[in-house]
C-alpha cells in the first residue's frame, strides 16, 4: 500500500519507511530514555546480550541468553531478575 503512495494519518509519506532511523530511534528510547531500571544496566544488558563483558550474575544469565536465543530464558531467570528490581514495573522498564 505504502509502495503505491497509500499514507496513514496525516503525514506525507514519500516513499518506503526508513527502518534503520526506527531501530535507531528505538535504540535510543531503550537505552538512553529515563525508566525505572537505570539506563547505565540498560545499556549494559544489552552489551552482555552482543557478547559484551559479563555484569551482575542474575542479569548477567538473563543477557547472556537472550543474546543467543531469548526462548531459552527459563521462568527462574525472570523471576530472580525480578525479585533483584523490586518488581516486573522495575525489570520492564
Given at each position: 500500500?505504502?509502495?503505491?503512495?497509500?499514507?496513514?494519518?496525516?503525514?506525507?509519506?514519500?516513499?518506503?519507511?526508513?527502518?534503520?532511523?526506527?531501530?535507531?530511534?528505538?535504540?535510543k528510547?531503550?537505552?538512553?530514555?529515563?525508566?525505572?531500571?537505570?539506563?547505565?544496566?540498560?545499556?549494559?544488558?544489552?552489551?552482555?546480550?552482543?557478547?559484551?563483558?559479563?555484569?551482575?550474575?542474575?542479569?548477567?544469565?538473563?543477557?547472556?541468553?537472550?543474546?543467543?536465543?531469548?526462548?531459552?530464558?527459563?521462568?527462574?531467570?525472570?523471576?530472580?531478575?525480578i525479585?533483584?528490581?523490586?518488581?516486573?514495573?522495575?525489570?520492564?522498564?
Amino acid at each position: 500500500m505504502l509502495k503505491n503512495g497509500y499514507v496513514f494519518g496525516k503525514s506525507k509519506h514519500t516513499g518506503p519507511p526508513n527502518h534503520l532511523a526506527f531501530a535507531a530511534m528505538l535504540r535510543k528510547h531503550i537505552l538512553e530514555a529515563p525508566g525505572k531500571t537505570d539506563a547505565k544496566l540498560r545499556q549494559a544488558m544489552a552489551h552482555r546480550a552482543t557478547g559484551g563483558p559479563h555484569i551482575e550474575e542474575c542479569y548477567d544469565e538473563l543477557a547472556h541468553f537472550i543474546g543467543e536465543g531469548a526462548y531459552k530464558c527459563t521462568d527462574e531467570q525472570v523471576k530472580r531478575v525480578i525479585e533483584m528490581a523490586g518488581s516486573e514495573k522495575a525489570a520492564s522498564n
